[in-house]
T-cell receptor, first 112, second 114 residues
C-alpha cells in the first residue's frame, strides 16, 4: 500500500512505553477536535475526540488533552503496542461548517 | 455494520482523461465528505453534502472537479481533463451530519495521472 508519511516527523518508542503525540491547531474558533490513526494504504481511523468545553478525555489506552490557551492538543497512548505503529493526525472543526481541517501528522514507530 | 466503501481502490489514467470515483457511505449517514490526500500530508477538504445537496464546495480546486449525490446516499466525484497534479488519494467520509459529529473514512481511491 501507499505510505502516507514519508516526510512526517517521527516518534520512535519502545513497546510498553507511553507515547505522547502533539498537535498545534490553527483556529481559535475551533470547538471540536478528533485524533485519527492512519495505517499505510488505509483511510484515517477514528481514535478519540474532544469538545472545546473539556480539557481532557480518556478512552481505552488513549487520552486526549486540550489546551485552548496555546491552541495545543496531545494524544497519549499508554503501554504502546506494535499495532499502534501508524501516522496520527489531529483534526479540528469550527462552527462555520462541518469540514475537518487536518494537521500535518506524526509517524509513530513502536520498537519490539 | 459495513463501513464507508470506495471504488475503485486504484485508478491509473492518462493526462486529459475523465475519471469518476465512487463513495458508498455508512447506511443512515446523511452527511458525506470528499477529501484529497497528497503523499506525506493530511487530508484536505474538497466538498460536503448534506443529503442530496452540496452544502459546501469551497475546497474544490477548480471547475474540472465536480461531485454529485443524486439520491442522498452514494456519491461520485468527477474529474475532467485530469492533470498530473491531480494524482493523490481521494478519501470519502460520512457522518450523521449533526455538529459536532465524527466523520468515518473509507479506504480511499489512489488516483495516478500519467
Amino acid at each position: 500500500g501507499e505510505s502516507v508519511g514519508l516526510h512526517l516527523p517521527t516518534l520512535s518508542v519502545q513497546e510498553g512505553d507511553n507515547s505522547i503525540i502533539n498537535c498545534a491547531y490553527s483556529n481559535s474558533a475551533s470547538d471540536y477536535f478528533i485524533w485519527y490513526k492512519q495505517e499505510s494504504g488505509k483511510g484515517p481511523q477514528f481514535i478519540i475526540d474532544i469538545r472545546s468545553n473539556m480539557d481532557k478525555r480518556q478512552g481505552q489506552r488513549v487520552t486526549v488533552l486540550l489546551n485552548k490557551t496555546v491552541k495545543h492538543l496531545s494524544l497519549q497512548i499508554a503501554a504502546t503496542q506494535p499495532g499502534d505503529s501508524a501516522v496520527y493526525f489531529c483534526a479540528e472543526n469550527y462552527n462555520a461548517g462541518n469540514m475537518l481541517t487536518f494537521g500535518g501528522g506524526t509517524r509513530l514507530m513502536v520498537k519490539p | 455494520g459495513a463501513g464507508v466503501s470506495q471504488t475503485p481502490s486504484n485508478k491509473v489514467t492518462e493526462k486529459g482523461k475523465y475519471v469518476e470515483l465512487r463513495c458508498d457511505p455508512i447506511s443512515g449517514h446523511t452527511a458525506l465528505y470528499w477529501y484529497r490526500q497528497s503523499l506525506g500530508q493530511g487530508p484536505e477538504f474538497l466538498i460536503y453534502f448534506q443529503g442530496t445537496g452540496a452544502a459546501d464546495d469551497s475546497g474544490l480546486p477548480n471547475d474540472r472537479f465536480f461531485a454529485v449525490r443524486p439520491e442522498g446516499s452514494v456519491s461520485t466525484l468527477k474529474i475532467q481533463r485530469t492533470e498530473r497534479g491531480d494524482s493523490a488519494v481521494y478519501l470519502c467520509a460520512s457522518s450523521f451530519g449533526q455538529f459536532p459529529d465524527t466523520q468515518y473514512f473509507g479506504p480511499g481511491t489512489r488516483l495516478t495521472v500519467l
